[in-house]
């Protein structure tokens, strides 16, 4: 079988193509960092007008490209939700078009059951398996036993993890998108420097929060003694540092919850955008390692929004006999613990 997925939840245009085989025949992302990093942020307007703008020129391209034409593809896959309200519509538009004029099976997927599954793409991780998916919008713990199959542990209480790098970024003035800039920034200065708060490190949850070391950092950039004992590049090493102790905290507590309270498991699974940080990487595989647990991670190019993770989770539930209407609704909340709610 022949996938097409795609992906305009947020500001990424994405098409891909992959067959049932797990070979990603074209996976395009077209990016619009250009045009929102005059904002220092997503402006939705003009993320779904780009979308309008480019989406049909992507698949064209890909056909041409490979060689293929819509009588090829066996199944349409298109994210529903959660994400910004425009591009959702966008894509789900295009892709029920697309279904409804070739007489292809279609399905509604939702962004975060993408990213879930991925590693069962790229790496043919088995269930069960510990979730941690950490994203601009996102950062949460999921215990997932099978395609359509997601227990939500917890997660944060207020700002998404990606959020909170680019917010601080933004206070460094490293521009946008913040998340890649820091880490990189990161590299040239010292952890441990710039004594940062690691909120609900020692709570016995699984809940996060990621707003009031946010907070911490923008009143040490406010604060004459620290902007001149300390680079931003100490900030944002002991920021990223901060991050990695939270995490590493939790994911141990998680694993614990897990064997002990649901079932046992060997997997864990590190997905989202955040998860391309080599730093976090790093730090969170010494900790799961520890535990004797098989870690996995997206390669870096598919922890970001794309096509190719709609077009996986559209086949995985397609396998589980799995379809959707064409009147299917697009979604701007979706959270992945009611995902068997699909109409």
Known sequence: MKILGIECSCDDTSISIIDSSKTIIANEVLSQNNIHKNFNGIV?????????????????????????????????????????????????????????FNNIPFIGVNHLEGHALTTRLTDDTEFPFLLLLISGGHTSFYFVSDSNKYKFLGGTLDDALGEAFDKVAKLLNLGFPGGPL?????????????????????????????????????????????????????????FQEAVSDILCSKINKAINFCDNSISPFRNVVISGGVASNKYLRFKINKIVERNGKNIYFPPPNMCTDNGAMIAWAGYELYKKGIRSKLNLKARPRWPLEEIRSRK
């Open 182 to 238: 820091l880490e990189e920034l990161a590299k040239k200065g010292t952890e441990n420097l710039v004594d940062l708060p690691r909120p609900l490190i020692k709570k016995d949850t699984l809940d996060m929060s990621f707003s009031g070391l946010k907070t911490a950092v923008i009143n040490k950039t406010k604060d004459k003694f620290y902007r001149d004992k300390y680079s931003s590049a100490d900030i944002a090493a002991s």
């Open 44 to 100: 939705p307007e003009l993320a779904a007008r780009n979308h309008v703008l480019f989406i049909d020129k992507i698949l064209e391209k890909i056909l041409i490209e490979k060689k293929l034409d819509m009588k090829h593809i066996n199944l349409i896959s298109a994210t529903a939700g959660p994400g910004l309200i425009g591009g959702l519509l966008v894509g789900l538009t295009f892709a029920k078009t697309l279904a409804q």
